[in-house]
Antibody, heavy 119, light 107 residues
């Protein structure tokens, strides 16, 4: 069965960077886009961008250009998101989610990784 | 960016009651709309796609409809396991945007 396993919670300092991971199993990793979505406490969902692990192509929400960098390792079926120049506004839960093949919906989600930015 | 205006922000209903949540798109998105359910402390799960199609394993008491740029999610007979938050998402164009969510509680 499809599973997306995310790395654990992170407590990081303002101005630093953090890299979180999403390990996929149960399907062909290189055949589906992986998307990343942000959820701030008590808030809604915000789409960050996607990567196609098959060729490394990426597309970002313009709002996250320069903030998020998406990569993928085909050998370990793992997608990564690096967040840089962290501020308190980056404190959130970050989900990875697989896009279903026909349209731009997300059919499987990871459990989320909480990132807390605090000095 | 396409704005998705979702209402109500919160909703309290009795078991077996009919519940309706709506999303208004700021422009034409056709049928490119999904609904997700997020239970407390969990990740969202796809309920409805293409505005009206039920995702695999979703109970038939959930249904979606469209009227122009207004989209609705209906729960025909509210069950206790339906508590949580619900979000719409437009899949028409980048950046993909979500509604602000509806928190559903049992009265």
């Amino acid at each position: 069965q499809v599973q997306l396993q995310q790395s654990g919670a992170e407590l990081v300092k303002p101005g630093s960077s953090v890299k979180i991971s999403c390990k996929a199993s149960g399907y062909t990793f290189t055949s589906y886009d992986m998307h990343w979505i942000k959820q701030q406490p008590g808030n809604g969902l915000e789409w960050i961008g996607w990567i196609y692990p098959g060729n490394g192509n990426t597309k970002y929400n313009q709002k996250f250009n320069g903030k998020a960098t998406l990569t993928a390792d085909k050998s370990s079926s793992t997608a990564y998101m690096q967040l840089s120049s962290l501020t308190s506004e980056d404190s959130a839960v970050y989900f990875c989610a697989r896009r279903e093949q026909l349209n731009w919906y997300f059919d499987f989600w990871g459990p989320g990784t909480m990132v807390t930015v605090s000095s | 960016d396409i704005q998705m205006t979702q209402s109500p922000a919160s909703l309290s209903a009795s078991l077996e009651e009919i519940v309706t949540i709506t999303c208004q798109a700021s422009q034409d998105i056709g049928n490119w709309l999904a609904w997700y359910q997020q239970k407390p402390g969990k990740s969202p799960q796809l309920l409805i796609y293409d505005a009206t199609s039920l995702a695999d394993g979703v109970p038939s008491r959930f249904s979606g409809s469209r009227s122009g740029t207004q989209y609705s999610l209906k729960i025909s007979r509210l069950q206790v396991e339906d508590i949580g938050s619900y979000y719409c998402q437009q899949a028409h164009s980048n950046p993909f945007t979500f509604g602000s969510g509806t928190k559903l509680e049992i009265k």
